[in-house]
């Protein structure tokens, strides 16, 4: 599991992760996800689409930070979920809480409005 | 480089020489061993040493599988060297060393997992002291287990509502738990709890609620309502007040004199509701979030009539997120089919179930945790 970050404007950060969000890929890549996503105010696009498995510790760490950025008032939004992925999503109804879409450009979008 | 007849040179070569020294005593000191790590008599830990060790159903091999998948001899290891080494002897259905099947002999590796059938053999290379503590904690995780498993209540097999489960832990403690008991003599309450992670946490924590919702302790809920049971439990166990887990949960009431089934889910994949004859499975899930993710939750519940001779399947994620034999992650619509084949004579339906699980995995390995449980409305 690896994540990538990037700024897409002075307000919103594009977080990438790819690969397995199981035990072992959380373990390595949450702090630096959870530091990107709570960074000085920014909202944050987490890019989903090369996300091949997501098990209960990804799913706890992106609740962990939209609960983090609920408190700050800033956005999480997720973006372009594979099949897989989109199941699990669907299945704990995360999208009621934190958007989910289908690409980077409809995630600005939402974050911008 | 130093000429040989230089100080520097001499002092050199001791450093080497006697951390080389050391690392020979260290393995001199070190006992191999085969550890069973799934399957029967799970913990079971067999010394090894030169004298070679044959593995098969039957006697006179020195470990016996009661494995139907193992043939009579099997294969032998012994030691060579600081190297286990298996030798396959031409059994039926293979011998696998981290997966991958050998022709022949093969080293296998310090912690690298012989597979024999069902059961798989971890090597161990410790000395003594560290094999006594691994024993010590294996026989924690062994209590620690049976404790969990205490908490499963017995299948029912008579009577207008009958069960059947499978259990499995992926490790010796999991997350999931499930149960079920009449709440009076019209009513009766089913639940699976799905615990966030793996492990020693997830199991207490899944104890905890499994204690919570068998008792009853909701205080002010009526145990008849699932939204009522659910948002009190979504009160209860806040994640950041509970070691940073949630949990999903199937909660379900069916009411027999009705003949109503009342249901709420939070997080859950559906549960399945087989009607008579096997009819097309219906899907029985409501949209809400997982307990203890987010605070104040309104939950969602739903309800559904039930026909006499319908069987409700309810399982965690465990029973159909597995690697495929052609390395493909299979989806929850993949299992739905095994539902509605027909029963297997003398052998309950989880268990029909998990095994055809298995049977589709890669390795034979269900890699999450296994809880199904079927309920009869006869």
């Given at each position: 599991?690896?994540?990538?970050?990037?700024?897409?404007?002075?307000?919103v950060?594009?977080?990438?992760?790819?690969g397995?969000?199981?035990t072992?890929?959380?373990?390595?890549?949450?702090?630096?996800?959870?530091?990107a996503?709570?960074?000085?105010?920014?909202?944050?696009?987490?890019?989903?689409?090369?996300?091949?498995?997501?098990?209960?510790?990804?799913?706890?760490?992106?609740?962990?930070?939209?609960r983090?950025?609920?408190?700050?008032?800033?956005?999480l939004?997720?973006?372009?979920?594979?099949?897989?992925v989109s199941?699990?999503?669907n299945?704990?109804?995360?999208?009621?809480?934190?958007?989910?879409?289908?690409?980077?450009?409809?995630?600005?979008?939402?974050?911008e409005? | 480089?130093?000429?040989?007849?230089?100080?520097?040179?001499?002092?050199?070569?001791?450093?080497?020489?006697?951390?080389?020294?050391r690392?020979?005593?260290?393995?001199?000191?070190?006992?191999?061993?085969?550890?069973?790590?799934e399957?029967?008599e799970?913990?079971?830990?067999?010394?090894?040493?030169?004298?070679?060790?044959?593995?098969g159903?039957?006697?006179p091999?020195?470990?016996?599988?009661?494995?139907?998948?193992?043939?009579?001899?099997?294969?032998?290891?012994?030691?060579r060297?600081?190297?286990?080494v298996?030798?396959?002897?031409?059994?039926?259905?293979?011998?696998?060393?981290?997966?991958t099947?050998?022709?022949?002999s093969?080293?296998l590796?310090?912690?690298?997992v012989?597979?024999?059938?069902?059961?798989?053999?971890r090597?161990?290379?410790?000395?003594?002291?560290?094999?006594?503590?691994?024993?010590?904690?294996?026989?924690?995780?062994?209590?620690?287990?049976?404790y969990?498993?205490?908490?499963?209540?017995?299948p029912?097999?008579s009577g207008?509502?009958?069960?059947?489960?499978?259990?499995?832990?992926?490790?010796?403690l999991?997350?999931?738990?499930?149960?079920?008991?009449?709440l009076?003599?019209?009513?009766?309450?089913?639940?699976l709890?799905?615990?966030?992670?793996h492990?020693?946490?997830?199991?207490?924590?899944?104890?905890?609620v499994?204690?919570?919702?068998?008792?009853?302790a909701?205080?002010?809920?009526d145990?008849?309502r699932?939204?009522?049971?659910?948002?009190?439990l979504?009160?209860m166990f806040?994640?950041?007040?509970?070691?940073?887990m949630?949990?999903?949960l199937w909660?379900?009431?069916?009411?027999?004199?009705?003949?109503v089934?009342?249901f709420?889910?939070?997080?859950h994949?559906?549960?399945?509701?087989?009607?008579?004859?096997?009819?097309?499975?219906?899907?029985?899930q409501?949209?809400?979030?997982?307990?203890?993710a987010?605070?104040?939750?309104?939950?969602k519940?739903?309800?559904?009539p039930?026909?006499?001779?319908?069987?409700?399947?309810?399982f965690?994620?465990?029973?159909?997120?597995?690697?495929?034999?052609?390395?493909?992650m299979?989806?929850?619509?993949?299992?739905?089919?095994?539902?509605?084949?027909?029963?297997?004579?003398?052998?309950?339906?989880?268990?029909?179930?998990?095994?055809?699980?298995?049977?589709?995995a890669?390795?034979?390995?269900?890699?999450?945790?296994?809880s199904?449980?079927?309920?009869?409305?006869v």
């Amino acid at each position: 599991m690896e994540v990538l970050v990037t700024n897409v404007s002075d307000r919103v950060t594009k977080v990438g992760l790819a690969g397995r969000l199981d035990t072992a890929g959380v373990d390595r890549v949450e702090a630096k996800f959870l530091a990107a996503c709570a960074a000085g105010g920014s909202h944050a696009l987490v890019d989903l689409s090369a996300v091949t498995f997501i098990a209960s510790m990804g799913i706890r760490m992106l609740i962990s930070a939209s609960r983090a950025m609920a408190l700050r008032k800033t956005k999480l939004v997720l973006f372009g979920p594979q099949p897989l992925v989109s199941d699990v999503l669907n299945h704990t109804a995360l999208s009621d809480v934190i958007p989910i879409v289908a690409d980077e450009s409809s995630a600005i979008a939402l974050v911008e409005v | 480089m130093p000429e040989s007849g230089d100080a520097a040179w001499f002092e050199r070569t001791l450093t080497i020489t006697a951390e080389g020294r050391r690392a020979e005593a260290d393995l001199a000191s070190r006992t191999h061993f085969l550890v069973i790590v799934e399957g029967n008599e799970r913990g079971r830990r067999v010394s090894l040493g030169t004298t070679p060790v044959a593995i098969g159903r039957r006697q006179p091999c020195e470990i016996v599988l009661d494995d139907p998948e193992a043939s009579r001899l099997h294969c032998r290891v012994e030691i060579r060297g600081y190297d286990a080494v298996v030798t396959d002897l031409q059994s039926t259905n293979g011998t696998f060393i981290d997966g991958t099947r050998i022709n022949g002999s093969a080293v296998l590796p310090n912690g690298g997992v012989l597979r024999i059938g069902r059961h798989k053999l971890r090597h161990e290379c410790r000395t003594a002291h560290e094999a006594a503590e691994a024993e010590a904690a294996e026989r924690d995780l062994t209590r620690a287990s049976e404790y969990v498993r205490s908490l499963l209540p017995e299948p029912i097999a008579s009577g207008d509502i009958r069960t059947d489960w499978r259990f499995e832990p992926s490790a010796r403690l999991g997350g999931d738990c499930f149960g079920y008991h009449a709440l009076d003599e019209q009513r009766f309450a089913m639940y699976l709890v799905d615990v966030s992670g793996h492990g020693t946490g997830a199991a207490l924590h899944a104890v905890s609620v499994m204690n919570v919702l068998r008792h009853g302790a909701l205080r002010g809920v009526d145990m008849r309502r699932p939204a009522g049971v659910l948002r009190q439990l979504n009160d209860m166990f806040q994640m950041d007040e509970h070691g940073g887990m949630y949990f999903t949960l199937w909660y379900g009431v069916y009411d027999a004199q009705r003949n109503v089934l009342g249901f709420a889910s939070a997080g859950h994949h559906p549960a399945y509701l087989v009607p008579p004859q096997r009819g097309t499975p219906a899907p029985l899930q409501t949209r809400n979030v997982p307990i203890g993710a987010f605070p104040e939750v309104r939950f969602k519940a739903d309800s559904i009539p039930v026909a006499r001779g319908s069987v409700l399947h309810l399982f965690s994620d465990g029973v159909f997120e597995i690697t495929s034999a052609s390395g493909a992650m299979a989806r929850l619509e993949d299992m739905l089919p095994l539902l509605v084949e027909p029963a297997h004579p003398g052998i309950d339906e989880p268990s029909r179930i998990y095994e055809a699980i298995r049977a589709r995995a890669v390795d034979g390995t269900v890699e999450d945790d296994f809880s199904f449980l079927t309920v009869t409305f006869v």
